[in-house]
Every structure is written in structure tokens, then in C-alpha cells.
């Protein structure tokens, strides 16, 4: 069985703050391959990032970036000078071969960034 | 734009009815996949086609039933509508062999009155 767990549900920040938000996973497949949505409050889940089991570097993609750590597994995601268009909440999920490619999703993490 | 296209983009229907949901998949995946997201039971996946079969089922209510068309494009049909049916239904297309991707239709959001 498959599991993601975002412990955060909530979090609230200023505006350029950093934030970091939480994703602990579990499986016993050695190949899998997590990812990261963001879903504002227009209702849609944006693609953020797609990381596989093999690949323990860290990717910075402007204000963004994602640790994924095997050895804890855990696969979280920073803001950095966060802004109020983040505002929005984010879901951390995972999916195995053996899982056909169906997703995993955490509860989400709803971050709300004030002005 | 994600490629993948739902519609209707809003429903609200009475309880005990039947609707049908509307999925066409970006061009070249030939698998879709059904999601739920509910406010008490997050984002659950339902059921998965493949190049018209079904392939995968998760937490799908008997009620509730799809199906995957020659042009690829898939429905879900909830019937006997329940109060509690209501949420918003996501359909997510990916190419199943190879590096997966999940890429999310802007989602039908189901109100049961």
C-alpha cells in the first residue's frame, strides 16, 4: 500500500516570506515517482513537478524548489519570497509501476499568503 | 492548459438523478484516469482506462460506472445521485508506459440539491 502524508494543513505567511511545505511518503516499490500540484482557489490542479525514485537531486525552478530525500522519505517543497498569487493549496503525490500510474495524493496543505 | 478538457464545468442536479460526466485526454495518452475530490475524503482515485479497457479501479461507488470511447475520450456516469455525491470529479489523462505524467482537466464540480 501506498501512502503520502502532508502533516501541515494549514499554513499562513507574508508576503516574501519562505515556506516550506511537508511531504512524507511510504511504499515498498523501489521505482516510483512523486509529485507536486498546486490548486488555486479557481478549482483547477496545476503540474508542478514530476521527481522518480532514482533521482535524489534537488531542483530549483525560479522562486520554487523541491528536496526529495530517500533516506527520510520525504519529498518537500520551498517557496522562496513567497508571494500572494501562491496562495493556494498544495498536494504532494505518489505512483508506482505497479500502480498503473495512479496517483497517491497527500491531504493537501493549504498556504495562505497575506500582503 | 493542460490538454485535458472535462465538461460540464459546473452541475447541479437533484438527488436520485443520473448525469454524465465528459473527459477528452491530451492528444496521444491513451489512458484516463477518474478522480474524486470530496471536502471529507480528499483527492481519491476512482477508475482508470486504457486504450478503451478498463484497467484499475479504486474507491468506486457501484453507482457510479465509466467507459472509454474509440476516440479515446471517456465518460463517468453517477446514478441515483446522493447528497454526499457531491465534489468536484477530475479526469487525468498520462501515456501508461514510460515515465509517468498525470496532467488534471480543470474538473466538474457536482452539486447534488
Known amino acids: 500500500a501506498q501512502k503520502v502524508t502532508q502533516a501541515q494543513t494549514e499554513i499562513s505567511v507574508v508576503e516574501k516570506e519562505d515556506v516550506t511545505l511537508d511531504c512524507v511518503y511510504e511504499t515498498r516499490d523501489t521505482t516510483y515517482y512523486l509529485f507536486w500540484y498546486k490548486q488555486p482557489p479557481s478549482g483547477e490542479l496545476v503540474f508542478l513537478i514530476r521527481r522518480n525514485s532514482f533521482d535524489e537531486q534537488n531542483e530549483i525552478s525560479g522562486r520554487y524548489s523541491w528536496n526529495f530525500q530517500k533516506s527520510t522519505s520525504s519529498f518537500n517543497f520551498t517557496i522562496t519570497a513567497s508571494q500572494v498569487v501562491d496562495s493556494a493549496v498544495y498536494f504532494c503525490a505518489l505512483t508506482t509501476n505497479n500502480a498503473g500510474n495512479m496517483l497517491t495524493f497527500g491531504g493537501g496543505t493549504r498556504l495562505m499568503v497575506k500582503p | 492548459d493542460s490538454g485535458v478538457t472535462q465538461t460540464p464545468k459546473h452541475l447541479i442536479t437533484a438527488t436520485g438523478q443520473r448525469v454524465t460526466l465528459r473527459c477528452s485526454p491530451r492528444?496521444?495518452?491513451?489512458?484516463v484516469y477518474w478522480y474524486q475530490q470530496s471536502l471529507d475524503q480528499g483527492l481519491q482515485f476512482l477508475i482508470q482506462y486504457y486504450n478503451g479497457e478498463e484497467r484499475a479501479k479504486g474507491n468506486i461507488l457501484e453507482r457510479f460506472s465509466a467507459q472509454q470511447f474509440p476516440d479515446l475520450h471517456s465518460e463517468l456516469n453517477l446514478s441515483s445521485l446522493e447528497l454526499g455525491d457531491s465534489a468536484l470529479y477530475f479526469c487525468?489523462?498520462?501515456?501508461?508506459?514510460?515515465?509517468?505524467?498525470?496532467?488534471f482537466g480543470q474538473g466538474t464540480r457536482l452539486t447534488v440539491v
Open positions: 492528444s496521444g495518452d491513451l489512458s
Open positions: 487525468a489523462s498520462s501515456a501508461v508506459r514510460g515515465v509517468p505524467e498525470a496532467f
